[in-house]
DNA sequence: CTTGAAAAATGGAGGGT
DNA sequence: ACCCTCCATTTTTCAAG
């Protein structure tokens, strides 16, 4: 495929910020007929320009208030250690996200949590049964300002 | 409202991994008809446990393959620096994310650039000209492991 | 890209447990 | 309070031009 054109990157401007618009009112916006439309996003969905369609959960109401970036240093940076250690964290349920980093530290966690004490119980029992772990470093969130979770094209 | 019951909790981990997931099919996978589930969505949507639903862009496609965490340390520390700041970083289209965060650093971007240049030319030119800004420190992502975007509940 | 029509989903009325 | 079965309306989807 080539590359979308300017009427691909607004539709995948205004499906990024709300994907509740139907076809006929994104028509309107690009000031198009539906049926080009509906053809220009099945494409951009079968290229892959578009991953899926979720909904955003509010963490805060179901009393998941706290936000956490975790650091990580494993004991051993040898590939199978490396491997291990993102299946064991994937199943971890308060992991939201999870990058291999450069720097200081190897990984970087997202963490969500409803509380302190449950970040510390999360830290000891959780991560503390990840036996490739070397040591961890917090970094608490007071303020999320923004989180627009797509990149503005 | 009164909290969530395990059926709405299950609507919302299934809206929060695909939500073109239809009220009937939904329906099927919690046992229920299509009109109980219907309500239920629009109750968890207008008591403000869906904030709203979003088309996940895949920036790779696009170019923009290089996923960079800023730390960001202010000159001072006063409400009225820390506003402007906010107001400043939110206009910069690469910085998806935006965190005040305790620790060494004040505030914690999540910035996505096409390549290392441009991140160059994102520190040097845009960052550089946010006058609050005291020095900055940036951790590059070499692999995203899992973003799920939900808590998985 | 447009028109137009079939298929499917939404959203709501009315009734039952 | 919660659920069900129908049905009108809207939206999606896919032809043919």
């Known amino acids: 495929m080539e590359g979308p054109d300017e009427t691909d990157l607004q539709l995948l401007r205004l499906l990024g910020a709300d994907s509740n618009l139907t076809i006929k009112e994104l028509a309107g916006r690009v000031n198009l007929s539906p049926s080009p439309v509906f ?3 099945k494409r951009l969905e079968a290229n892959g320009y578009i991953k899926k369609y979720i909904a955003l959960i509010n963490a805060e109401k179901l009393n998941y208030g706290l936000i956490v970036f ?3 240093r494993l004991k051993q940076h040898d590939k ?7 299946t064991d964290i994937l199943h971890l349920a308060e992991v939201v ?8 530290y190897d990984f970087l966690l997202k963490v969500y949590a409803k509380d302190m004490k449950h970040y510390q119980d999360f830290v000891f029992n959780k991560l503390g049964s990840v036996k490739s772990i070397g040591s961890t470093h917090s970094t608490f969130v ?12």
Do not use: A, P
């Open 39 to 41: 053809e220009r996003v």
């Open 80 to 86: 199978s250690i490396g491997h291990q250690f993102v």
């Open 70 to 72: 975790c650091n990580i």
């Open 142 to 153: 007071m303020c999320e300002n923004k989180n627009s979770y797509n990149i503005n094209i």
């Open 97 to 104: 996200e999870c990058y291999n980093i450069s720097g200081d």
